[in-house]
Nanobody, 123 residues
Framework: QVQLVESGGGLVQAGGSLRLSCAAS????????MGWFRQAPGKEREFVSA????????YYADSVKGRFTISRDNAKNTVYLQMNSLKPEDTAVYYC????????????????WGQGTQVTVSS
């Protein structure tokens, strides 16, 4: 079992930055990959970014590539999402997820989810 707790969301103006954190507990953190997803009101949950168990490989949605950076600190059991140049369309609840089965890009692949943290970007 894995428990995940996100933090770091908030209200920011367009062009600003936020760093989300996701603290994991339970199974050995370095044994599984991690992902970030987001869900805006009335929309489906969508893939944002993912990182391999070692941190050696990372993946991004086209909409955030070049603006967001995912990283992990296996000593702290934490994954981060640095979000720069934020846009109003980035407004959503952001979820971290753990232990994808086969691929990184689909929510159904992940076994464990955090409760989400709200990110609101004002124009």
């Amino acid at each position: 079992q894995v428990q995940l707790v996100e933090s770091g969301g908030g209200l920011v103006q367009a062009g600003g930055s936020l760093r989300l954190s996701c603290a994991a507990s339970g199974r050995t953190f370095s044994s599984y990959a991690m992902g970030w997803f987001r869900q805006a009101p009335g929309k489906e949950r969508e893939f944002v970014s993912a990182i391999s168990w070692s941190g050696g490989s990372s993946y991004y949605a086209d909409s955030v590539k070049g603006r967001f950076t995912i990283s992990r600190d296996n000593a702290k059991n934490t994954v981060y999402l640095q979000m720069n140049s934020l846009k109003p369309e980035d407004t959503a609840v952001y979820y971290c997820a753990a232990d994808p089965t086969l691929g990184y890009y689909t929510a159904d692949e992940y076994d464990y989810w955090g409760q989400g943290t709200q990110v609101t970007v004002s124009s």
